[in-house]
């Protein structure tokens, strides 16, 4: 099984940044896709950014160009690096890992709130 531990969010203002991780433990070799999912009061959760094995990425078409996700193989973190961030953008963000024994795992959920 693989334990995640999601830090980092937290309120902010429009037009900011701010940069959740989330730490991999447990069996975290094998890991094939890290990624970030959201999910907003009354909408289903979606997928925010992925990032591969190999290091490739895709993003959701609403966070380009604003958000990075970014990976420590050393430290088997995640990491999401919000900026410009937009009053559609709060959420409850939950971290995501395939594993390729295991299968998927999921974080608690951290909430981001972004208002004045």
């Known amino acids: 099984q693989v334990q995640l531990v999601e830090s980092g969010g937290g309120l902010v203002q429009p037009g900011g940044s701010l940069r959740l991780s989330c730490a991999a433990s447990g069996s975290s070799a094998s890991i094939l896709v890290m990624g970030w999912y959201r999910q907003a009061p009354g909408k289903q959760r979606e997928g925010v950014a992925h990032?591969?094995?190999?290091?490739?990425?895709n993003y959701a078409d609403s966070v380009k160009g604003r958000f990075a996700i970014s990976r420590d193989n050393a430290e088997n973190t995640v990491y999401l690096q919000m900026n410009s961030v937009k009053p559609e953008d709060t959420a409850v963000y939950y971290c995501?890992?395939?594993?390729?024994?295991?299968?998927?795992?999921w974080g608690q959920g951290i909430q981001v709130t972004v208002s004045p």
């Open positions: 990032i591969f094995s190999g290091g490739s990425t």
């Open positions: 995501n890992v395939q594993h390729a024994i295991f299968g998927a795992s």
